[in-house]
């Protein structure tokens, strides 16, 4: 069993920035085994895949509606996935959720093996 715990959300102005960042309750090699990703729910909308990286870091996904704005990184020695988030927009405004699994994900119908609890960010206009 992985537990994923999120940090890093909060209230920010719109064109500022925020870097998410989730950590795994595993060891190095374990961690870097597991396909890694950032999904986001906003009120009233169904959970979205944005960002994912492979267990290496060599392969990154991201979300078209991203615009490019976001980045995904690892550092698989500190078990730790993150999101850096640029030029935020109120559209941003969401629980942000770190997921984990042994296969890619490159979809919202993706197989997911471990869900963190989700972090609220919020981009006020």
């Known amino acids: 069993q992985v537990q994923l715990v999120e940090s890093g959300g909060g209230l920010v102005q719109a064109g500022g920035s925020l870097r998410l960042s989730c950590t795994a309750s595993a060891s190095e090699y374990t961690f870097s085994s597991y396909y890694m990703a950032w999904f986001r729910q906003a009120p009233g909308k169904e959970r979205d895949l944005i960002a994912a990286i492979s267990g290496s870091g060599i392969n990154t996904f991201y979300s078209d509606v991203l615009k490019g704005r976001f980045a995904i990184s690892r550092d698989n020695a500190k078990s730790t996935v993150y999101l850096q988030m640029f030029s935020l927009i109120p559209e941003d405004t969401a629980v942000y959720f770190c997921?984990?699994?042994?296969?890619?994900?490159?979809?919202?119908?993706?197989?997911?093996?471990?869900w963190g609890q989700g972090t609220q960010v919020t981009v006020s206009s």
């Open positions: 997921a984990a699994s042994t296969r890619e994900i490159r979809w919202n119908s993706s197989p997911i093996d471990y």
